[in-house]
């Protein structure tokens, strides 16, 4: 059974420019959550989408954005990139709440 | 959301059990207690998880308080494969239509476990 899968896992972006980090989830899995990891701020929720519609949204500004698809698979947008935006940012995906939740490697993001 | 307290370190000998204790005080009913792990570059690995029994699988077990408010996971021999750093986190569950459920998982700093030869 495949993992999460996170593309791409490396990224240098300039400030001012926008990124998009795509996360596919592991077959039949419906939930899929993004987070922030940094060394100073640790790992921060970012956002969960459950069956195409965002279902909580953690405490980022409105350029952090996200989707996710039909065959659940998600997108996270960053538009307007600053340098503290600088980042690990993983993804993870559940069949359902009570549930065991399986992260992918991530997205190391550079912005520079 | 509920918070959770660990120590920031913990120490170990190899093949010796480890306790991990986490302190979770303001848990609500449809919090579930996720134990997660991540080493060095690498996405956070799951371990272990329960609403209010005890649980057990291969990799450790969970000791959860009567009242909830408290949680200890157990690695019954720890190996140097096993030093990263331990995760307690909370998990708000909602219900939503037809019985499906979704919830984020809200990480604190963790417990940096170190094992020893």
């Known amino acids: 059974k495949a993992g999460v899968t996170q593309t791409p896992r490396y990224l240098i972006k300039t400030r001012g420019q926008q990124v998009t980090l795509s996360c596919s989830p592991i077959?039949?899995?419906?939930?899929v959550s993004w987070y922030q990891q940094t060394p100073g701020q640790g790992l921060q929720f970012l956002f969960e989408?459950?069956?195409?519609?965002?279902?909580n949204k953690g405490n980022f500004p409105g350029r952090f954005s996200g989707r996710q698809f039909s065959n659940s698979r998600s997108e996270m947008n960053v538009s307007t990139l600053e340098l503290g935006d600088s980042a690990l940012y993983l993804c993870?995906?559940?069949?359902?709440?009570?549930?065991?939740?399986?992260f992918g490697q991530g997205t190391r993001l550079t912005v520079v | 959301d509920a918070k959770t307290t660990q120590p920031n370190s913990m120490e170990s000998n190899e093949e010796e059990p480890v306790h991990l204790p986490c302190n979770h005080s303001?848990?609500?009913?449809?919090?579930?207690i996720h134990w997660y792990r991540q080493l060095p570059s690498q996405g956070p690995e799951y371990v272990i998880h329960g609403l209010t029994s005890n649980v057990n699988n291969r990799m450790a077990s969970l000791a959860i308080a009567e009242d909830r408010k408290s949680s200890t996971l157990i690695l019954h021999r720890a190996t140097l494969r096993d030093a990263a750093v331990y995760y307690c986190?909370?998990?708000?569950?909602?219900?939503?239509?037809?019985?499906?459920?979704?919830?984020?998982?809200?990480f604190g700093q963790g417990t940096i476990l170190t094992v020893h030869p």
């Open positions: 303001t848990i609500s009913g449809t919090d579930y």
């Open positions: 993870a995906s559940s069949f359902e709440g009570n549930t065991e939740a399986f």
């Open positions: 986190i909370l998990r708000d569950v909602v219900v939503g239509a037809g019985g499906t459920s979704y919830g984020k998982l809200t």
């Open positions: 989408y459950f069956s195409e519609t965002q279902r």
């Open positions: 077959s039949g899995h419906r939930s």
